[in-house]
Structure formats: C-alpha cells, structure tokens
C-alpha cells in the first residue's frame, strides 16, 4: 500500500498558477504510473493527467490539455501537476492515486487506480 499526501492548493484568480504536489511513502513509488484526479461539488470525480513510472508517457484530459502539466521525480517520490491559465471551473478538489492497471495506456478508468490521497482544495475566482 502507498500512502498519498496532497499539497499545494488554495485560491487563485482566474489566469493564474498553482503547483499541486503529491508526497508518496510506502510501496516503491518509481515502479508506478500515477494520476491526478478531480472533484468538483455535486460532481462525479473526474480524471486530469496521468504519467507513466518513467515519465515516458503522459495523457491528459481535454478539459486541461495545453494548460496543464504533470510530472514526476521518482528521487524524491513526489509528483506534481503545474496548473496554468486557471478557470473558474477548475475549481474542485485534486487527488493523487496510483495506477495501479492498465490495458491501453490512453484508455482511462477510475478502476484502473488505488491508493487515494486526502485531496487538495483549489479554488479559482473569477
């Protein structure tokens, strides 16, 4: 099991930045794919970004493609998602979990992920 810590939100305005990080112990955290996931109120979580154990390979969600960016450092078992040009519907809690299966890289399931982490508020005014 690997446990997940969230960190980096708050309240931005609209346009602007925030670096989300996600702390990992545990199980080996380079071995792993990860992904940042999304919950606005009322909302069903959605899926952002995803990387790949050796950053080879990432796949983004529409709604953030261009804008942004997720990345890792497997030294310091930490991963991370610039976030640019914020909107107001951005605005949600962001989870970090591990994925832990796959068929097809491109090919995103909430079932294919595990180990969730506590969230981390952002929220973007406008």
């Known amino acids: 099991q690997m446990q997940l810590v969230e960190s980096g939100g708050g309240l931005v305005q609209a346009g602007g930045s925030l670096r989300l990080s996600c702390a990992a112990s545990g199980r080996t955290f380079s071995s792993y794919a990860m992904g940042w996931w999304r919950q606005a109120p009322g909302k069903e979580r959605e899926f952002v970004a995803a990387?790949?154990?050796?950053?080879?390979?990432?796949v983004y969600a529409d709604s953030v493609k261009g804008r942004f960016t997720i990345s890792r450092d497997n030294a310091k078992n930490t991963l991370y998602l610039q976030m640019s040009s914020l909107k107001t519907e951005d605005t949600a809690v962001y989870y970090c979990?591990?994925?832990?299966?796959?068929?097809?890289?491109?090919?995103?399931?909430?079932?294919?992920?595990?180990?969730w982490g506590q969230g981390t508020q952002v929220t973007v005014s406008s």
């Open positions: 990387i790949s154990w050796n950053s080879g390979s990432t």
């Open positions: 979990a591990v994925r832990i299966a796959y068929i097809t890289w491109k090919s995103i399931d909430r079932a294919q992920f595990a180990s």
